[in-house]
């Protein structure tokens, strides 16, 4: 125990010192905790925790999900649903049939293996996301479309992974489509349910105080509680999360303040609290990841290997913004040439990813080689992608100072 913990906080420590030279030289920060952590890993490989997939749902996503969805307007977002709901649906769809097409073709993997992957990579990480659009002083609807899809987006691919590791644990047999289309139904709108009754709860337990300590453990108990609760019932976690943090946003946070059931001391406080909740989680994990990526063994699968598997990746997300949006161009809701080189850019992968294919069972298939592609896929969108995202909304006219 001792042990653990000092590594924890040494672990907090680093990653604290590469926030403050990052902000100094003006560099994204996720990317400075993923290269530091590599390099640390080749110095002292026993410096750090690694990622689990449990540490990664249980202590991870919930206050990473919790919070991002705090701060989104359900106004706004029922402004862009259709885009939205079709980038995040159709889309998530789209990008895991490309990707699973393109292994069995190209790499020659088996089937269910290919189906596995391209659910768990089309999960984009809202957590990269959001930090590199804070740091680029990124506002507006482009930052809506992007955040808002990647959020939904997350809640699609967990539910599309879990149907297609069903499917290739019984290799390929059992359930026919009005079946497949019942357990859709059942694990989304049960993550929404639960997510919607444990938010509904806080928030009327939070109308009986005005303690702004007991305000914010409630909304503690919501993003964990629904989180965890909803996974129990082999719900979707990630919806529940987002839901309960839709509903408390909106009615508090978000609300005219003689409209909200928070106290004027519990919003500051609720706000403050998962803004640094967020930035710790985001600090760890990304530092994790940075830890994991350089002890991962590359060279045993062949460079070939993973350097296929992010082409594969990012011709599959290029295929599903781009078509997908240009059905909206001559709508209201049109996205523009610009919005989409950012949501196919943006388009980052993280914490979800890994921590679905960390999940895998050891019977199914190639389990290392699609572990080891997720690893690079994860190291080659954080740090190639988010180092060059700044130029590219620079050279849109889109951030800070325009």
């Known amino acids: 125990m001792d042990e653990q913990l ?12 590469v926030a403050i030279v990052a902000r100094r030289l003006k560099l994204p920060y996720t990317v400075g905790l993923v290269v530091v952590g590599a390099i640390i890993t080749f110095t002292r490989p026993d410096f750090g925790p690694h990622l689990t997939h449990e540490f990664i749902f249980d202590l991870i996503l919930p206050p990473l999900l919790f919070e991002a969805a705090l701060a989104l307007s359900w106004k706004e977002l029922l402004r ?17 049939a490309v990707v699973a097409l393109a292994c069995t073709t190209l790499l020659h993997w088996p089937t269910p293996s290919a189906l596995v992957f391209g659910a768990l990579i089309a999960a984009t990480d809202p957590v990269a996301i959001i930090a590199m659009f804070k740091d680029n002083g990124v506002k507006g609807r482009l930052r809506l479309l992007v955040e808002s899809e990647s959020l939904l987006n997350d ?60 305000e914010v453990a409630l909304t503690t108990i919501a993003a964990f509680g629904s989180f965890l609760f909803a996974e129990h019932f082999h719900f979707s976690g990630v919806l529940a999360c987002v839901t309960a943090g839709l509903m408390m946003g909106n009615l508090g946070l978000l609300r005219e303040e003689n409209r909200s059931y928070l106290s004027e001391r519990g919003r500051e406080f609720v706000h403050g609290f998962w803004e640094y909740a967020a930035f710790l989680a985001n600090s760890m994990v990304f530092l994790m990841i940075g830890v994991d990526v350089a002890s991962t063994p590359f060279a045993e699968y062949g460079s070939a290997l993973v350097v296929a598997v992010i082409a594969i990746v ?32 943006g388009g980052l992968r993280g ?8 999940s895998l069972p050891d019977s199914l298939p190639m389990r290392d080689v699609i572990v080891v ?30």
Do not use: N
């Not at 862009?80 to 789209?94: E, N």
């Open 80 to 96: 862009d649903s259709v885009p939205l709901l079709t980038l995040a649906g159709l889309g998530t769809v789209v990008s895991a």
């Open 6 to 17: 000092t590594k924890a906080v040494a672990s907090l420590a680093v990653a604290m010192i």
């Open 373 to 402: 592609a997720t690893f690079g896929v994860v190291a080659f969108s954080i740090v190639a992608q988010g180092l060059t995202m700044p130029f590219l909304l620079w050279a849109l006219g889109v951030g800070r100072g325009r």
């Open 314 to 345: 990012l011709v599959a997300r290029a295929l599903t913004v781009y078509p997908l949006s240009a059905l909206f161009l001559p709508t209201r809701w049109r996205i523009s040439f610009g919005e989409q080189h950012v949501l196919w850019w």
């Open 155 to 214: 809640g699609a691919a967990a539910v599309l992974f879990v149907m297609a590791l069903a499917w290739a644990e019984s290799h390929g047999a059992g359930q026919g489509a009005g079946e497949v289309m019942l357990a859709l139904a059942r694990i989304v709108l049960g993550g929404v349910a639960v997510g919607a009754l444990v938010g509904g709860a806080a928030i009327l337990l939070a109308m009986g105080t005005a303690d702004h300590l007991i």
């Open 351 to 358: 914490a979800l990813g890994l921590a679905l294919a960390l």
